[in-house]
């Protein structure tokens, strides 16, 4: 994945929140059933949260701290161009950030309404958010209830040290664009209409998956998403890179966490986000369709 270097940088769309001590917005909501291991907080993320948490939602093992603030300020020191971006593993964050809700306002304008801005925030341990407060552990989330992103970007690196994923910029894209879909999916009332439960065709599942096939549908446009200047801050996305991507959405599929992390069995039941299958077809389908209107996993009778 390459950024053009030429292209500017929005670094306002990301709160830095890293190494500021806490959380300053909500209360802790704490996960109940006792204190997990960090490969049974990754579980918990996998199967309850990678697509977004519901207000008030368990998401917090243990206390965070007050008192938190944002700083953008070394972001927009270091982060200016795609030059900064190709270079600096956050710069290329920011530009991807930039790039799909630069794609989400043309594709809102276009359908005659308005896109909402959402922030992405980096922290550092734990976050108090409208949902609750979240730990690391629990992996990067939407929150809906402020609607806003939120990721300790220590989880990529689990992703490959846990996950065994191979990684890469785009992959990591992938997960950012995901967590989009959501809040294109609460703007778009989405969200609102689903109905709780797991299962193969649970609505819940159909949630994850239509976000899937948003991110996939961003990815299409990628290198056409125009920037103030006219020019789109991704240069080129090669095969390898969708690849990546692709490897994630496999090893984040319910039944690759239940059969490689967890119990070892296979249970459908307790799907909450789609087998490793399903995510790749409908990431797929986005991407290879460039069309939201694609991605209505709700009237599909076959999720793959």
Same mark, same amino acid.
């Given at each position: 994945?390459?950024?053009?270097?030429?292209?500017?940088?929005?670094?306002?769309?990301?709160?830095?929140?890293?190494?500021?001590?806490?959380?300053?917005?909500? *209360?802790?909501?704490?996960?109940?059933?006792?204190?997990?291991?960090?490969?049974?907080?990754?579980?918990?993320?996998?199967?309850?949260?990678?697509?977004?948490?519901?207000?008030?939602?368990? @998401?917090?093992?243990?206390? &965070?701290?007050?008192?938190?603030?944002?700083?953008?300020?070394? #972001? $927009?020191?270091?982060?200016?161009?795609?030059?900064?971006?190709?270079?600096?593993?956050?710069?290329?964050?920011?530009?991807?950030?930039?790039?799909?809700?630069?794609?989400?306002?043309?594709?809102?304008?276009?359908?005659?309404? /308005?896109?909402?801005?959402?922030?992405?925030?980096? =922290?550092?341990?734990?976050?108090?958010?409208?949902?609750? *407060?979240?730990?690391?552990?629990?992996?990067? =989330?939407?929150?809906?209830?402020?609607?806003? @992103?939120? @990721?300790?970007?220590?989880?990529?690196?689990?992703?490959? /040290?846990?996950?065994?994923?191979?990684?890469?910029? =785009?992959?990591?894209?992938? &997960?950012?664009? %995901?967590? !989009?879909?959501? %809040?294109?999916? +609460?703007?778009?009332?989405? *969200?609102?209409?689903?109905?709780?439960? /797991?299962?193969?065709?649970?609505?819940?599942?159909?949630?994850?998956?239509?976000?899937?096939? !948003?991110?996939?549908?961003?990815?299409? %446009?990628? +290198?056409?998403?125009?920037?103030? $200047?006219?020019?789109?801050?991704?240069?080129?996305?090669?095969?390898?890179?969708?690849?990546?991507?692709?490897?994630?959405?496999?090893?984040?599929?319910?039944?690759?966490?239940?059969?490689? #992390?967890?119990?070892?069995?296979?249970?459908?039941?307790?799907?909450?986000?789609?087998? $490793?299958?399903?995510?790749?077809?409908? =990431?797929?389908?986005?991407?290879?369709?460039?069309?939201?209107?694609?991605?209505?996993?709700?009237?599909?009778?076959?999720?793959?």
């Amino acid at each position: 994945m390459e950024f053009n270097d030429d292209v500017a940088l929005d670094t306002s769309q990301v709160q830095d929140m890293r190494g500021s001590g806490g959380g300053g917005v909500g *209360s802790r909501v704490a996960l109940g059933g006792g204190g997990l291991g960090i490969v049974g907080m990754i579980l918990y993320f996998v199967l309850s949260q990678l697509g977004g948490l519901p207000q008030g939602s368990p @998401i917090s093992t243990r206390d &965070v701290g007050q008192g938190q603030t944002v700083s953008n300020s070394d #972001l $927009s020191k270091e982060c200016r161009t795609g030059k900064d971006a190709n270079t600096n593993s956050d710069c290329a964050l920011v530009a991807i950030i930039n790039s799909i809700q630069g794609y989400w306002t043309d594709a809102f304008a276009r359908s005659g309404s /308005t896109y909402q801005a959402a922030p992405t925030n980096f =922290f550092t341990g734990g976050v108090n958010t409208a949902c609750g *407060s979240a730990t690391s552990d629990v992996g990067p =989330f939407y929150c809906p209830g402020d609607q806003e @992103i939120y @990721i300790d970007l220590a989880f990529f690196k689990e992703l490959q /040290t846990r996950f065994g994923a191979q990684g890469g910029t =785009f992959a990591e894209a992938y &997960v950012i664009a %995901h967590e !989009y879909g959501h %809040h294109v999916q +609460t703007l778009l009332g989405t *969200s609102d209409k689903v109905k709780r439960g /797991t299962g193969p065709t649970s609505d819940a599942v159909r949630l994850e998956l239509q976000a899937d096939c !948003y991110a996939g549908v961003w990815a299409n %446009h990628a +290198t056409s998403v125009p920037t103030s $200047s006219g020019k789109p801050l991704i240069k080129s996305i090669s095969q390898d890179d969708v690849n990546r991507a692709l490897d994630v959405a496999a090893r984040i599929g319910d039944d690759f966490i239940q059969e490689n #992390l967890g119990s070892g069995q296979v249970d459908e039941s307790q799907f909450s986000h789609g087998s $490793s299958k399903q995510r790749e077809r409908w =990431f797929t389908a986005g991407l290879n369709t460039g069309d939201p209107a694609q991605c209505d996993t709700f009237s599909a009778r076959d999720l793959g």
